[in-house]
Nanobody, 124 residues
Framework: VQLVESGGGSVQAGGSLRLSCAAS????????IGWFRQVPGKVREGIAF????????YYSDSAKGRFIISRDSAKNTVYLQMSSLKPEDSAIYYC??????????????????WGQGTQVTVSS
């Protein structure tokens, strides 16, 4: 299984970014994809999740209303559209995958496949 993120960068507060996660190598028909972020010294935080079985999505309180997770099945790519970005959104963002249903996989401990991460920096 391979996950490759892209789309990170620097943006001013209030701006938008779209992260991409290209997935390959899954043997299961359905799996959960999660977007996480981490800053030094803090636990990796799960912010958005998608279940490929039925497209159900879940969001952390910090992401609700500002971030949207979506999937292009034809491209095997999951996106995280981030809007109204704040300086506190600055972090390394990771996508991750697991065969556990998304409704049960809300923390990084449930995920066993990870991308390399992409840096997002939001300046005030």
């Amino acid at each position: 299984v391979q996950l490759v993120e892209s789309g990170g960068g620097s943006v001013q507060a209030g701006g938008s970014l779209r992260l991409s996660c290209a997935a390959s190598g899954f043997s299961e028909d359905s799996y959960a994809i999660g977007w996480f972020r981490q800053v030094p010294g803090k636990v990796r935080e799960g912010i958005a999740f998608l279940d490929t079985k039925d497209g159900t999505t879940y969001y952390s309180d910090s992401a609700k209303g500002r971030f949207i997770i979506s999937r292009d099945s034809a491209k095997n790519t999951v996106y995280l559209q981030m809007s109204s970005l704040k300086p506190e959104d600055s972090a390394i963002y990771y996508c991750a995958a697991t065969s556990v249903p998304a409704v049960l996989a809300g923390t990084h401990r449930h995920y066993n496949y990870w991308g390399q991460g992409t840096q997002v920096t939001v300046s005030s």
